[in-house]
């Protein structure tokens, strides 16, 4: 861990909000692209395209925003999440992502220092949060959003960790034990009991952590999607077979071992206990 003063992390948190203003934009319009798209597959330029037009307008009234109404995160709170032109509220989603965003790149220049592992680290952290606000509101894991994680990750090992082997074994692993997990549900209830994009999701995350992490990771990743969604079910009374998505528990635990290793020495005292 480096140690930072408050003044060197501000433009961190400023490119953070940056950033995470854009990805609120993928967040909301690769979705419905996704959807429209032949095999879920949209073309490079329909995806940029797409992403860069039309400009940032309300969803409501599609007014296009100015300048003043674009600001990251400040905007929003001078707005108090409003169009400025018919009052529709914008919903907590832009802000809770750019703000995670803006702690995201915090931390990483905190536990780092300016160095291409913060930057490394905040790309993972940056397409986590995505895909989590993506799975959350349509239970969906875009595999161009996925994919890129898999080389990034043997990136990652390569340069801080044990090498590509161990993150080529660290992804087979942990997709071979997801896929698993769902064919066995899928014989015992006749259903799917994880998407696709889960099962391509632990894959990426697994290069990243390496083979020895990966089993603290799923455990970690099933433990608290276990507790959250049994909270879930009770609290609103849905059925025990109502689909909920897994992805967020995956990117939080996956983040977790990423940024903090000694988690998995942690976890296995525990387990001895």
């Known amino acids: 861990m480096i140690s930072m003063d408050a003044a060197s992390l501000v433009p961190a948190l400023a490119g953070g909000a940056a950033i995470g203003s854009f990805l609120s934009v993928v967040a909301a319009r690769l979705p419905p692209l996704m959807l429209e798209s032949a095999h879920g597959q949209p073309s490079v330029s329909k995806l940029i395209t797409t992403l860069s037009w039309p400009s940032s307008h309300c969803g409501s009234c599609k007014t296009p925003l100015s300048w003043r109404d674009n600001v990251?995160?400040?905007?929003?709170?001078?707005?108090?999440?409003?169009?400025?032109h018919c009052q529709a509220a914008y919903g907590a989603g832009y802000l809770l992502l750019e703000l995670s965003c803006v702690a995201a790149a915090g931390l990483c220049v905190y536990l780092y220092g300016w160095t291409a592992q913060a930057w490394l680290c905040f790309s993972l952290l940056a397409v986590l949060l995505t895909l989590t606000a993506i799975d959350i509101r349509e239970m969906?894991?875009?595999?161009?959003?996925?994919?890129?994680?898999?080389?990034?990750?043997?990136?990652?090992?390569?340069?801080?960790?044990?090498?590509?082997?161990?993150?080529?074994?660290?992804?087979?692993?942990?997709?071979?034990?997801?896929?698993?997990?769902?064919?066995?549900?899928?014989?015992?209830?006749?259903?799917?009991?994880?998407?696709?994009g889960?099962?391509?999701?632990?894959?990426?995350?697994?290069?990243?952590?390496?083979?020895?992490?990966?089993?603290?990771f799923l455990i970690a990743a099933f433990a608290s999607g276990t507790i959250i969604m049994s909270w879930s079910l009770l609290r609103t009374r849905a059925r025990s077979d109502t689909p909920l998505p897994f992805g967020p528990f995956l990117a939080l635990s996956g983040a977790a071992f990423v940024l903090f290793p000694q988690l998995t020495a942690i976890l296995r005292e525990l387990l001895a206990l």
Do not use: T
């Open 198 to 216: 889960d099962v391509k999701l632990a894959g990426a995350l697994g290069a990243w952590l390496g083979l020895s992490q990966v089993p603290f």
């Open 72 to 84: 990251p995160l400040l905007s929003y709170l001078m707005l108090k999440g409003r169009c400025r």
């Open 140 to 196: 969906l894991l875009p595999d161009i959003l996925v994919f890129p994680l898999l080389p990034m990750g043997i990136l990652f090992q390569i340069l801080y960790g044990e090498g590509a082997m161990n993150a080529a074994l660290g992804a087979m692993a942990a997709f071979l034990v997801l896929w698993a997990i769902d064919a066995l549900y899928r014989l015992a209830r006749h259903q799917n009991g994880l998407g696709g």
